[in-house]
């Protein structure tokens, strides 16, 4: 099964979910709305963390290679310094936890043709 953007994300959430990464502050996770495949390991995952428009801080996760693919979202309504460094850790474990899978699993982030 070829590897997208939402099951990967899917599988990241997991793996902090199993860890106890998951902070208790998150009001949601969501996977990126466009489903795209992955056809190279050749990516970082990078990550923005931000405060909402209207309310709380978001963290979107990204694989950026050739070219941008939107993993997914996560938010809270927390608006304080410290839920600001909490969402900073999600942002940063999910990056780790992203390219170590990435990494493990490299072969099947190839592109087969």
């Known amino acids: 099964m070829a590897w997208?953007?939402?099951r990967l994300f899917g599988q990241i959430v997991e793996t902090l979910k199993e860890s106890g990464s998951l902070p208790d502050i998150?009001?949601?996770?969501?996977?990126?709305y466009d489903e795209r495949k992955i056809t190279t390991y050749e990516v970082d995952c990078v990550g923005r963390l931000s405060r909402g428009g209207s309310e709380g801080i978001y963290v979107d996760v990204y694989l950026?290679?050739?070219e941008?693919?939107?993993?997914?979202?996560?938010?809270?309504?927390g608006d304080d310094?410290?839920?600001?460094?909490i969402m900073g850790r999600l942002m940063s474990d999910f990056q780790w936890e992203c390219e170590?899978?990435?990494n493990?699993?490299?072969n099947?982030?190839?592109?087969?043709?």
């Not at 998150?26 to 990126?32: A, G, K, M, V």
């Not at 941008?68 to 309504?77: Q, V, Y």
């Not at 099947?108 to 043709?113: A, G, I, R, T, Y």
């Open 64 to 66: 950026e290679g050739e």
């Open 68 to 77: 941008t693919i939107k993993l997914g979202t996560f938010k809270t309504l």
């Open 100 to 102: 170590r899978f990435i």
């Open 108 to 113: 099947e982030f190839e592109e087969v043709e």
């Open 81 to 85: 310094r410290e839920a600001w460094t």
């Open 104 to 106: 493990k699993h490299i």
């Open 26 to 32: 998150l009001d949601y996770h969501q996977e990126s």
């Open 4 to 6: 997208t953007n939402k």
